[in-house]
């Protein structure tokens, strides 16, 4: 990530790296930002300053072409001194206009003056590596650029801020304690130190293992929030699938005729609910036919009702259930199910499908119980996890450390109860703390570091 450049004792790289740090193109402003201890003097050189750099202050400025002496741009230059920067070592950031030609002149400029091209993520990694975040911190740094809906910047927001650090923290120092007390035991056993009973071991366990448990809980909620998720609309022809799916949408996306067999392809858009991103696939009517284009069309439904994380099936909630509509609910049992039996206009026929699925109301002509959909399929795809959970595990690799975390803490159980010796509780304890570390980044091994950084995007 860094070259080979040594970590000094504060844990910072030594050299000194730049980057454009907005998104390629051209825009009303771009920002070349330098971290390292060269970067005051590579600004000061690149850029003739009105009045000298000062720490928290922004400064204008100018860059001078040096073989004609001629401006080339007014820009703002900004001094963050270390430890009190992004990355705690000293930063400068500078601001041009956004055409790619300046930009890039700027950074060529800075290279030629000593500084080195940042790696993907690497500003952030520096931030890490100087104790500045944790890993699950800047994890939430790359989070909040992606994100897609408010609700996904407002989660990121917590996590950047520490929300799951602050979780884990009285976790890790309740095991530690415990940790601490049975090596007493152990170590000083000759000069009489009590050995911890049996039922206060048991009660502190769980005093660790509750708090992660929750965590594990909330992961699909995290996990949806992180990554979204995939609905496919299915159904026979004419039951309302597209009529719906343009009302889930809130425009009329795809195309509605009284004809059966109308949608012979996938149509697919990007919507949020309460926040959460999900996109929406219509597909072809489910039903036997000669026509080619339409069978194709229905083997791409059933590979789309296969792949997709939740499946809306929809029927004629008018009328009893067809066959078809029965086969297609009874072949969904590895992914989540809502139902919608649309054409309540028409009228409301018992389906007896209260114990085999959810079961929405709806009208897709008049837009009656479209609130209750959106409701329905949110809650059956975060099954019934918070909304208002500030702390969440929303990758899989955090949650695979709050799980490893668990496995110990299990056996560290099982080992109690059969009042194993100390020696052997206290293997599966530390097992259990490394866990807790590498969910933080404590000890995480390099490689997974160097994948987690280099999914940035250059300048962060």
Same mark, same amino acid.
């Given at each position: ?9 504060? #844990? ?12 390629? #193109? ?14 005051? !003097? ?7 300053? =009105? ?9 204008? +400025? ?11 741009? %007014? ?13 705690? $070592? ?40 100087? &104790? ?6 800047? %994890? ?21 801020? +520490? ?19 049975? %090596? =007493?035991?152990?170590? @000083?056993? /000759? ?27 909330? @992961? ?29 949408? /809130?425009?009329?996306? =795809? ?5 059966? #067999? ?13 926040? !959460? ?10 039903? %036997? ?24 099936? !929809? ?43 959810? !079961? ?10 479209? $609130? ?68 933080? &980044? ?19």
């Amino acid at each position: 990530m860094a070259g080979s450049d040594e970590p000094t004792e504060a #844990g910072i790289q030594a050299d000194t790296i730049v980057a454009i740090s907005t998104p390629p #193109g051209r825009g009303g402003i771009g920002v070349i930002r330098l971290s390292g201890g060269l970067s005051r !003097v590579i600004a000061e050189g690149l850029v003739r300053l =009105a009045r000298p750099l000062e720490a928290g202050r922004a400064r204008f +400025g100018y860059v001078i072409d040096p073989a004609t002496q001629e401006t080339l741009d %007014e820009v703002v230059v900004t001094f963050f001194v270390a430890p009190h920067s992004y990355t705690s $070592e000293d930063v400068v950031e500078i601001a041009m206009h956004g055409s790619p030609v300046l930009l890039n002149y700027a950074l060529e400029r800075a290279m030629e003056s000593g500084a080195r091209l940042a790696e993907p993520g690497e500003f952030t990694e520096r931030a890490f590596l100087s &104790g500045r975040l944790d890993l699950t911190q800047a %994890e939430a740094v790359r989070d909040l650029i992606d994100a897609s809906t408010l609700h996904q910047a407002r989660v990121a927001a917590q996590q950047m801020g +520490g929300a799951l650090s602050r979780k884990i923290a009285p976790v890790k120092e309740r095991l530690i304690a415990l940790i601490a007390g049975l %090596e =007493a035991g152990v170590d @000083f056993a /000759e000069d009489d130190i009590d050995t911890m009973p049996t039922t206060e071991i048991s009660s502190r366990l769980q005093e660790v293992e509750a708090p992660l448990r929750e965590l594990e809980r909330c @992961f699909g909620y995290g996990r949806l929030i992180h990554d979204g998720m995939r609905l496919a609309i299915v159904g026979r022809p004419n039951v309302g699938k597209s009529s719906l799916f343009n009302r889930l949408v /809130e425009r009329d996306r =795809a195309i509605v005729t009284a004809t059966p #067999g109308t949608t012979r392809d996938l149509v697919t858009e990007r919507v949020s609910i309460e926040g !959460v991103p999900l996109e929406l696939i219509d597909t072809a009517g489910l039903r %036997e036919t000669t026509d080619e284009a339409e069978t194709i069309g229905i083997t791409k439904s059933r590979e789309a009702m296969a792949e997709a994380d939740l499946v809306l099936i !929809v029927v004629d909630g008018a009328s009893q259930l067809h066959p078809e509509d029965i086969k297609t609910i009874s072949a969904i049992v590895d992914r989540p199910l809502v139902v919608a039996a649309n054409k309540l206009d028409l009228g409301v026929a018992d389906l007896s499908l209260q114990e085999q699925a959810l !079961v929405v109301r709806t009208s897709a002509v008049t837009g009656e119980g479209i $609130e209750d959909l959106r409701r329905a399929i949110l809650r059956t795809a975060t099954k019934g996890a918070s909304s208002q959970e500030t702390a969440l595990v929303t990758n899989l690799r955090q949650r695979q450390a709050v799980t490893e975390a668990l496995v110990s803490l299990q056996r560290a159980r099982e080992a109690t109860l059969a009042a194993l010796p100390h020696e052997v509780l206290l293997v599966d304890l530390y097992e259990a703390l490394g866990g807790l570390d590498r969910l933080t &980044g404590a000890t995480t091994a390099d490689d997974i570091l160097h994948r987690i950084f280099s999914s940035f995007c250059i300048g962060k």
